[in-house]
Nanobody
Framework: HAQLVESGGGSVQAGGSLVLSCAASGYTYSSNCMGWFRQAPGKEREGVAAIYTGGGSTYYADSVKGRFTISKDNAKSALYLQMNSLKPEDTAMYYC?????????????????WGQGTQVTVS
């Protein structure tokens, strides 16, 4: 049974930091690419960051480059998102997802397994 479970969300003041975690179980951690997406109220879900699980290459949305860092711990089957210099516009539900496509990217349609999300609120 494949499962992705996010944690680490919360409320923080602008300029603060949070670390999101995603625990992967089942076959999801054998995926080629894992990523973080977010969805704010009234907006479409968008890609934030992705990492190629085989080699560690990373991909970021322009809006978070230099502020967010995606990483993985193969031993723990975990995915992380370090978020620094948070802005009010980062407020959203954040989702962990897995893709089985050969190429890693932030194309949302290529991610087939999703977690339930964790809320991040920046004031």
């Amino acid at each position: 049974h494949a499962q992705l479970v996010e944690s680490g969300g919360g409320s923080v003041q602008a300029g603060g930091s949070l670390v999101l975690s995603c625990a992967a179980s089942g076959y999801t951690y054998s995926s080629n690419c894992m990523g973080w997406f977010r969805q704010a109220p009234g907006k479409e879900r968008e890609g934030v960051a992705a990492i190629y699980t085989g080699g560690g290459s990373t991909y970021y949305a322009d809006s978070v480059k230099g502020r967010f860092t995606i990483s993985k711990d193969n031993a723990k089957s975990a995915l992380y998102l370090q978020m620094n210099s948070l802005k009010p516009e980062d407020t959203a539900m954040y989702y962990c997802a897995a893709s089985y496509y050969t190429a890693c990217s932030l194309i949302i349609g290529r991610f087939g397994d999703w977690g339930q999300g964790t809320q991040v609120t920046v004031s």
